[in-house]
């Protein structure tokens, strides 16, 4: 049966963060953010599911171990890869992700991290979306009045402050601002 949450999920980020424990049932791994947040953490005290795997979106996907990719085939959430947001565009996609990320809930949560986007000269980033595919995507969340919430990951005090910057005006879009 589908948990009832109040909010959804749209994850911009090259990686899915769905790692599953080892073998052993040992810890997740510490980037498996979002397989702690759906509840696929199965130790003692673990998390509670807090979102709905339905309204989970990923945007931008480019690497899945094949253990993490299975994860992301069982659980219910939605992944648009690089592939399919060329085959797509930006637009299309974002008005099915946000669709995906609605159904049922009050609004979503937007996860954002830089190494999804492709900066000239930084290779984290590297056959990422363009910084206009960006703005693009942030620019669709805005105008679907359903952004409840927003956080960027990565923003360490080694980043070049030009992806710093970027990362700024990405949230401004996705929170309204326009040029006229």
Not at 52 to 74: C, M, T, Y
Not at 105 to 110: A, D, K, L, Y
Not at 144 to 172: C, H, K, W, Y
């Amino acid at each position: 049966a589908r948990a009832t949450h109040s909010f959804g999920l749209i994850w911009i980020d090259s990686i899915a963060a769905l790692m599953p424990e080892d073998e052993d049932g040992i810890d997740l791994p510490e980037g498996s953010v979002l397989a702690r947040t759906l509840g696929l953490d199965h130790k003692a005290g673990a998390l509670q599911p807090q979102l709905s795997p339905e309204n989970v979106v990923i945007v931008g996907l480019r690497h899945a171990d094949p253990a993490e990719a299975r994860v992301l085939k069982d659980s219910r959430v939605s992944a648009f890869t690089m592939t399919d947001i060329d085959a797509m565009g930006m637009r299309d996609l974002m008005h099915e992700a946000i669709r995906i990320a609605t159904s049922g809930t009050q609004g979503f949560h937007v996860s954002y991290s830089p190494t999804a986007t492709e900066f000239a000269g930084w290779a984290a980033g590297s056959g990422g979306l363009t910084v206009r595919e960006t703005h693009q995507a942030m620019e669709a969340i805005a105008l679907s009045g359903g952004l409840l919430s927003m956080d960027v990951s990565g923003l360490t005090a080694d980043l070049e402050p030009r992806i710093g910057t970027d990362a700024v005006n990405f949230v401004m879009s996705a929170f309204g601002k326009r040029i006229l």
